[in-house]
């Protein structure tokens, strides 16, 4: 059983729908994550919550819209997405020790598979 | 340069066989190394964490870690077809750096 939970599982929509991905983790940790992980590649960073503290891969386009309304939960918006869009996307949870270099790992949930037609 | 190198594989062992993966990383500031294992269309799921150089165990997997040489491994004994699966290595030095990722086969 995980103890980080992401809902859907699946989602289909169009290019100009607007969808949420949700997450929320019971393991009082208190930074969450979203990656996105297409086939064959390791997961890519997108948004880092820490002590609700948001930190943004630039790289993300802004069609992606992270949401954290406290330390267990963490939303992604969706908004005019593109098919390349389509992929895993990932929920991470992880203690933050604060020694450096430290850390604990990354707890994942069991993921959204995301298709944009 | 990445920040943390793996060898892509495929690497195909045969059941009961010890499967060897490795791992390289660059930021001599990280102190914190995980091993994760992810099958097709799945999430990863954590299998080992090492801090200190040295070995660390737990049932059919070890974990070994050289901070001199910057080098990582995980062993897989008596190893298994359900052991077939994608290994990532994960380490942290300020954020999280992945690895590509390893491709494991075990032979029946």
């Known amino acids: 059983d995980t103890e980080v939970t992401q809902t859907p599982k699946h989602l289909v929509m169009g290019m100009t729908n607007k969808k949420s991905l949700k997450c929320e983790q019971h393991?009082?940790?208190?930074?969450m994550y979203w990656y996105k992980q297409k086939a064959k590649k390791p997961p890519e960073l997108m948004f880092v919550?820490?002590?609700?503290?948001?930190?943004i891969n630039e790289s993300v386009p802004s069609r992606f819209s992270p949401e954290c309304p406290n330390s267990s939960l963490l939303n992604l918006h969706l908004h005019a997405l593109q098919p390349e869009d389509s992929a895993l996307y990932l929920c991470?949870?992880?203690?933050?020790?604060?020694?450096?270099?430290?850390?604990?790992?990354?707890?994942f949930g069991n993921g959204t598979r995301l298709t944009v037609t | 340069q990445k920040e943390v190198e793996q060898n892509s594989g495929p690497l195909s062992v045969p059941e009961g066989a010890i499967a060897s993966l490795n791992c390289t990383y660059s930021?001599?500031?990280?102190?914190?190394f995980f091993w994760y294992r992810q099958y097709s269309g799945k999430s990863p799921e954590l299998i080992m964490s090492?801090?200190?150089?040295g070995d660390k165990e737990d049932g059919r997997f070890t974990a070994q870690l050289n901070k001199a040489s910057q080098y990582v491994s995980l062993l897989i004994r008596d190893s298994q077809p359900s052991d077939s699966a994608t290994y990532l290595c994960?380490?942290?030095?300020?954020?999280?750096?992945f690895g590509t990722g390893t491709s494991l086969t075990v032979i029946p």
């Open positions: 991470a949870s992880s203690q933050v020790t604060g020694g450096a270099g430290y850390n604990s790992p990354l707890h």
């Open positions: 930021d001599r500031g990280s102190q914190s």
């Open positions: 919550y820490s002590y609700e503290k948001l930190s």
């Open positions: 393991m009082g940790h208190r930074a």
């Open positions: 994960v380490s942290f030095g300020n954020q999280f750096y």
């Open positions: 090492i801090y200190s150089n």
